[in-house]
């Protein structure tokens, strides 16, 4: 690889800027190659801090062009798989925003092709580098086993949000599209059963995730049950995300700005910007460094989460 790898960004959204910041932050390490979006004029204008970066309106142009050391998919959920598979074939590196993709299968394709091609495939799970998160793995692991538990978040969006996110097409089912809650579970908890899964939504059609909610329940390797009640709707205030999580010897609770143990408040540690030490990791692992948190057995099984919930709540 060059001494500053080639970087395109596929995506014009908050990932993609802050992946863009990112890149510039890491000075010469990384280059910003291109930008790619449905309208890359104005994506150029929202997320490259150059008016003269190059913009491309699909992938495999910017890979003609371009020929990037490094892909960073930051777009619809539904993309990520084909685009990864893309640029996986033309022998670049590829870094991926949760969902890696909307099947076990597809991502196990995805990883036999990297081996294949000889090229890294990461899926980026910011919420995993939080302060908050990594304060409370340290903090569970001299509490014994867990013995109980619940994941609960709250995600706005303004009534019929027009976005992709709101799409089934283009979001996946709401285990996939809201997978970054359940990675949390999975990070403490280890493999989980689905015992049961429930989604309920305002409307049917291309807007259905505009007003959903999706509950759970889990159980652990050792049988303890752990619930998930996850909602995306006008009705949200603001967006939250609470797991209380009970151990042989302790309760830790957490809302992503503040970790509390038996009811104390438990320091956090320092940490810099989190897309930023993402890609500081990816970069080096493609220099020879350690494969970057998470690892492949780690987003395969939150993936295989995720498809049980949707199996078990009758989704497609």
Known sequence: MRAAARVVVVGSGVAARARVRALTALGGSAALAGIVSRHPSAAVQAVAPSPSTPSFPDLATALADVRPDLVLLCHANAAHAPDARRALTAGCHVVVEYPLALSVGEAEDLYAL??????????????????????????????????????????????????????????????????????????????LAVDAAELEVAAVGPLAWA?????????????????????????????????????????????????????????LPFAEGLFLSDLRDVLTHL??????????????????????????????
């Not at 995306?232 to 205030?237: E, F, I, K, L």
């Not at 609470?242 to 309760?251: A, I, Q, S, T």
């Open 287 to 316: 220099r020879g460094g350690p494969e970057p948190e998470p690892t492949r057995a780690f987003v395969l099984e939150a993936l295989r989460l995720a498809e049980a919930i949707r199996r078990a709540a009758g989704g497609p």
């Open 211 to 267: 007003d959903a909610r999706l509950r759970a329940g889990l159980r652990t390797g050792s049988g303890a049950s752990l619930g998930v009640a996850l909602e995306r709707s006008p009705r949200c205030r603001e967006r939250r995300t609470v797991l209380d999580l009970r151990f042989e010897r302790g309760h830790l609770w957490t809302d992503g700005s503040r970790v509390l143990r038996d009811g104390g408040e438990v320091p």
């Open 114 to 191: 990297a081996d294949a091609r000889g090229v890294s495939l990461h899926c980026g799970h910011i919420e995993l580098r939080t302060p908050a998160h990594r304060a409370l793995s340290r903090q569970g692991g001299d509490m014994g086993p867990l013995v109980g538990g619940s994941v609960e978040a709250r995600i706005p969006c303004p009534a019929g949000d027009p976005s992709w996110h709101s799409d089934p097409a283009l979001a996946g089912f709401p285990s996939f599209a809201w997978i970054s809650r359940l990675t949390r579970l999975v990070a403490v908890a280890g493999p």
